[in-house]
């Protein structure tokens, strides 16, 4: 009679079970919120956590300063740099890891006040826009099952604050696809470039352009990724700005509420959706004045 082995298979998966780790990844962990929701995580977070930041020695200095706390890995990543990008999935994937929730704070913060209009929306787009399409196709599909996916918008990502309706219809079609939507922030550019995006209807603030343009790219995602069970959202922070000279830390500390109130809190029912500051999930086409003012 063939042994009974039973118990040792339930033992042998028991063991693989317990062995297996959360894994928590923050991308853009060099800004003040980024940081704050990182230091914030780690007191929170049961399992490993990897941060992201472009400049090695800013990310060195933050593992320094947090190890002790928690299980933190520095991954030095530019979300512009593709190469980058293939080489974190790759240390991930060599340690048989998935991300079980990925917070995406990556913003194109200015440092060159000499550059074109032009380029200054070529470059925002190319962090605030491509780089996270990008990502998602390089990063997403080690994503467990379950997932939870948080990108990092702000008051500026409501559709309202596009003047045009008809480009407003057209990104928000529940049925767009990326290539038509890559195809209207090509239009954006062309329109920058000759300096008639105001008469266009697309205003003038290259920041609000570039976050409605991240929030479509977030329910493309949602879309994509939702029958896998992965749950995506995007989150109006507060009024953080990338100029955080005059903040204090208290600001970062209440914008990272609502960031890890998504991350870790918000019931599974909440997806696909343009999360406030409160918490809240409000429509995408909200009056951006009343919105703003009110919360």
């Keep these: 009679m063939a042994p009974d ?111 074109t209009h032009a380029e200054k929306v070529r470059r925002t787009l190319s962090v605030n826009f491509y780089g996270y399409i990008n990502f998602g196709k390089l990063v997403y599909p080690i994503l467990s099952e379950n997932a939870r996916v948080v990108n990092v918008s ?50 003038m603030s290259v920041t609000a352009v570039s976050k409605v343009s991240l929030n479509a790219v977030t329910f493309l995602q949602h879309r994509e990724w939702s029958d896998k069970g992965i749950v995506i959202n995007c989150v109006n922070p507060g009024n953080v700005s990338t100029r955080e000279g005059r903040k204090t830390a208290k600001v970062y500390e209440e914008g990272a509420k609502a960031i890890l109130y998504l991350a870790l809190e918000a019931p599974l029912s909440i997806k696909g959706n343009f999360v406030w500051s409160n918490y809240n999930v409000i429509e995408w086409n909200s009056d951006p004045y009343v919105e703003v003012t009110t919360v």
């Design 154 to 203: 702000g008051p500026a990502g409501l559709l309202a604050t596009i003047e045009n309706e008809d480009i407003r219809r057209r990104i928000s079609d529940p049925y767009l696809t990326e290539d038509e939507l890559v195809a209207i922030m090509q239009e954006y550019e062309e329109a920058a470039r000759k300096g008639i995006e105001k008469t266009e209807g697309w205003g």
């Design 5 to 115: 082995n039973s118990d040792k298979a339930v033992f042998n998966t028991s063991i693989i079970l317990d062995t297996m780790t959360n894994v928590a990844l923050v991308v853009g962990a060099a800004s003040n919120l980024g940081f704050h929701v990182l230091k914030k995580l780690t007191t929170l977070y049961k399992g490993k956590i990897y941060f992201t930041t472009e400049d090695a020695s800013t990310g060195y200095n933050i593992q320094e300063t947090l190890e002790g706390t928690a299980d933190v890995e520095f991954i030095q990543m530019d979300i512009t740099y593709t190469k980058s990008i293939i080489k974190l999935r790759h240390h991930i994937q060599d340690l048989d890891e998935r991300i079980d929730l990925l917070i995406n704070n990556t913003e194109y913060v200015p440092t060159d006040k000499k550059i």
